[in-house]
Every structure is written in C-alpha cells, then in structure tokens.
C-alpha cells in the first residue's frame, strides 16, 4: 500500500466569529467573489453528497447557478442517481474547495424542486446543444456505447431543431440551508472554522468548531 504524507502549510488568511457578517449567505457572496477576483477556476463548482432512503452515501460535482436568501440553486434531470435520492431523501450537503485561497464552505440543509417558472427560464437561457442534450441524455442510465448516445442527440436535434423545450424530468433544485460552514486553513493545522446554525428565524447562531 502507498502511504501519502505530502503535505502543506496554510497561511493565508484568518477567520473570527466577532467579524463575519451575520447573515451566512452574505458571508458566502462575499468569498465568493473573492474566490472570483483570485481567478480561480470555476468556483461554482461544488460537491453534492445525497444519500439513499436506505442511508447509502453519493457525491459529485454539479455547478452552482445561484444563491440568494433562499438559498443554493442547481439543476439536474430529475431522474439521475442524485435526483431519485433526493426524492426519497431531500437532505444533501454541498461542498466549496477553493484551495488556492485555503478555503472551503459546507452547506447542509433540505432540498426541494424549484417552481417549473424558474426551471423553465434558466433552461430556455441555457446553449442549444446543452438543451438538446438534456433531452438525449437518460442521465446515470446505462447505454451501449458512444454512438447510441450520438445517435439519441441527432433525433432530439432533429426533432426540436433550436425551438428545445424543457423536458419534464430536468430541473432545479433548491437547497435550503441548516447550517453553513467557513472553514479558512491556518498554521499547524489549528484551522479556523466557523458555523452558522439555523434556530428556526433570525438570527443564525455563529459558533467556533475545533479543527
């Protein structure tokens, strides 16, 4: 077995409960424009861990297309290995690795499905291929090879031309945050981690977590 010890120092910056902003989703617009400024590439790239009915854990990358007092909006087909848990269990927990900053942020909370309003007008914003392939996708559904796949895009193209409607299993996904963390890395491994936890209004408690 290959042991990995490589490790590195942090230093970049600090983080204190007496100076992030109250409300947690303003402290998150905030890094995460910073994480913009730094030139990182796509920082709205985020980790979604769902899990089963039956507690069995799922994670990937999906992109973050939006935040507002809400909360944290994603789209996906419905019926995708992520979309059939959250049918059967609506918690998920998102992920922000911003490591050229030394930074992250955790989310968890409830998610729920967007009003098809809001799903329609990100989808129809979305480019032609994307949208056709939303349609030629049977997302996380085995397929034969490239070529059946190639083959589903050209009969969806076909058919819709650039007039590609939304299809009824793809949409978006609200998730409605419980608790949200900074965490800012630090020397010696004494991170800095901070901890929003709802109390059912406002105001969020803040609260330091030991590293």
């Known amino acids: 077995m290959r042991s990995i010890t490589a490790r590195r ?17 303003r402290q998150f617009s905030s890094w995460f ?4 400024r730094a030139g990182l590439d796509e ?10 009915a039956g507690g069995r854990p799922s994670a990937r990358v999906v992109l973050l297309r ?13 019926r995708s290995h992520k979309g059939r848990d959250l049918e059967s269990n609506p918690f998920a927990c998102l992920l ?3 490591h050229e900053v ?45 070529q059946a796949l190639e083959r589903r895009y050209a009969e969806f193209a076909s058919r819709f031309g650039d007039d590609v409607p939304r299809p009824p299993h793809w949409g978006g996904y ?9 965490w800012q890395g630090r020397p010696g491994r004494l991170h800095d981690r901070i901890r ?16």
């Open 9 to 25: 120092e942090y230093g970049l910056g600090s983080l204190s409960e007496h100076e992030v902003d109250p409300d947690p989703i």
């Open 43 to 52: 920082p709205y790239a985020m980790t979604l861990a769902t899990a089963s």
């Open 102 to 146: 030394e930074r992250q942020v955790r989310v968890e909370g409830r998610a729920e499905r967007l009003p098809e309003a809001e799903s329609d007008a990100y989808f129809a914003g979305r480019p032609a291929e994307t949208r056709i392939g939303a349609w030629a996708s049977d997302q996380s559904e085995v397929v034969a090879d490239r």
């Open 66 to 78: 939006g935040v507002d007092g809400r909360g944290f909006r994603f789209f996906t087909n419905y």
């Open 96 to 98: 922000f690795d911003w």
């Open 196 to 211: 929003y936890a709802a109390e059912g209004g406002d105001p969020w408690r803040i609260e330091r977590l030991s590293p």
């Open 174 to 182: 609200l998730v409605i945050p419980e608790s949200v963390e900074f």
């Open 33 to 36: 424009a910073e994480a913009e």
